[in-house]
């Protein structure tokens, strides 16, 4: 089973930036595609962004396209999120999740998630 763990979050002002980082137990971890997704208080957890197993196709939520970068190192077994630009909008709990292969923007499809790491940004 493949386990995740986030890091990277923090307290930041409007206008920073932070990276956030999703590291993964396995070494199959290469063959899993990843999403970041986020949950505000009072909201419901939406997506934020994805790639698939080899790097080559990423997805991102049109709220986040040009301030959000999502990549991966497999050899390192972790995903990275960067994150400019913030908004106090994007204050929320993100959560990397795995599923194989290819890029799903629905949450229920990813079988293992991270416990996540907090973003605030203030104004």
């Known amino acids: 089973q493949v386990q995740l763990v986030e890091s990277g979050g923090g307290l930041v002002q409007a206008g920073g930036s932070l990276r956030l980082s999703c590291a993964a137990s396995e070494r199959t971890f290469g063959n899993y595609a990843v999403g970041w997704f986020r949950q505000a208080p009072g909201k419901e957890r939406e997506f934020v962004a994805g790639i698939s197993w080899s790097g080559g196709t990423t997805s991102y939520a049109d709220s986040v396209k040009g301030r959000f970068t999502i990549s991966r190192d497999n050899a390192k077994n972790t995903v990275y999120l960067q994150i400019n630009s913030l908004k106090p909008e994007d204050t929320a709990v993100y959560y990397c999740?795995?599923?194989?292969?290819?890029?799903?923007?629905?949450?229920?499809?990813?079988?293992?998630w991270g416990q996540g790491t907090q973003v605030t940004v203030s104004s």
């Open positions: 999740a795995g599923r194989p292969l290819t890029i799903r923007l629905d949450g229920w499809a990813y079988s293992y």
